[in-house]
Structure formats: C-alpha cells, structure tokens
C-alpha cells in the first residue's frame, strides 16, 4: 500500500516506527507485504491509510508544498486534522484504531455492506431506499453518486431496483461493514464517549 510512492523516502521508515510504537505491530510489514486480508480488516485498514496519507503529506511538505485548506470524508477527516497540525500523528493513529475497533465491532453484528449507485439523481436513490427496509442512503459524493449501505440482502435488492430505474452501475464496496448507516450508532456512541 502505497510502497512505490514511499520506497526510498526515510521520513517514512520513522512514520511506520511511530506506528509500531502505538500499535503494537510492523504495519510497514502489513502494508508492503499484508497479507491482504489482514490488512482489509477494518482496524488495520483505516490506520494503514492514516499513515500513509501522512507520509504523502510529509512528501509534499518536504517539496515546499503547504497546504492552506484542507478538507476530509470520513477516515479523511482525520488526515485533514493532522495535516492542518491539530494534532499530531501519534495521536490520530490512537484516535484511527479506536474509531476502526468500535466500527468493526457494530459490523460483526450485521451482515452488511456497502455499494456505490453511478448515474441517478440523489432524489431518486433516496426514495427507492425509503422504501426498502435494511438500506440507507449514506454518502453523497457527486451529483451523480451516492453510496448506499445496509443489510447484505437489501443492499442487493435496492441495487437491482435502483439498475432498473436507470442508474449507470451500482458498483459494491470492498469494505468490511455498512458505513455511515444506523447500524453504526452503538460504534458512534462509544467513539464519542471516548472522546469526553
């Protein structure tokens, strides 16, 4: 993940250390030689990606480029506060882990996924999954496309429904849980009271 922009830059070698210190494990030996379904696993996952959204930022920063806004979804929210140096990265791999464990946890009690809806109006997607008990509506990236989320079978369902009212594609997620859905509310809850 990320090996042919990072090899030979040494910034990254004391990152992945800094990793190793807070996580209690080689993620440089995870990202460059996985195995890829341990690092598909969610609370390996989201600090794997920190980290090496960290290590282009030094890049950058090393190539006298400094951001003046930056902006994140997501997992990028927590890129977008380190770099704008709201805190450092020690402290945002800490912030990673936890928030991946509590997603991981609300996602081993459903059977759920997720699915990118291509060519259909945001009005459309949301009243197709109004009607569909198990899936949300949960992100919306473009005009174009939304991110739908939720129990496997109805994410399924809704995808055919939303194909045959003449979405593009709906294209399904390599994640490991429904994101950004309801089912994620006992995860949210926990974060936040880590965070108190």
């Given amino acids: 993940m990320g090996r042919e922009f990072i090899d030979g830059y040494e ?3 004391k990152i992945f250390q800094q990793a ?4 209690d494990f080689d993620l440089e030996e995870l990202c460059n030689h996985g195995p890829e379904e341990e690092l598909k696993k969610t609370t390996n996952a ?17 190539a006298g480029i400094e951001p003046t806004v930056v902006a994140g979804h997501s997992l990028g929210e927590y890129s977008a506060v380190l770099c704008a140096k709201v805190v450092d990265y020690p402290a945002a791999l800490r912030l990673v882990r936890r928030r991946a464990q509590f997603m991981e946890e609300a996602s ?14 945001r009005e459309a997607v949301l009243s197709i999954c109004r009607r569909i008990k198990g899936v949300e509506a949960v992100n919306f990236n473009s005009p174009s496309q939304v991110v739908i989320a939720g129990e ?24 490991s849980g429904p994101f950004h859905t309801s089912f994620m509310r006992c995860a949210a809850l926990k974060f936040s009271q880590e965070l108190d």
């Fill in 46 to 62: 989201q600090p794997a990606l920190l980290t090496v959204n960290w290590i282009f930022t030094r890049i950058l920063r090393d």
């Fill in 108 to 121: 081993g009690a459903v059977d759920g996924v997720m699915a990118a809806v291509i060519g259909l109006p």
């Fill in 152 to 175: 496997k079978k109805a994410v399924e369902i809704t995808s055919k429904r939303l194909e045959q009212e003449g979405a593009k594609k709906v294209i399904p997620l390599l994640v």
């Fill in 20 to 23: 190793r210190k807070v996580l």
């Fill in 11 to 13: 910034e990254a070698k």
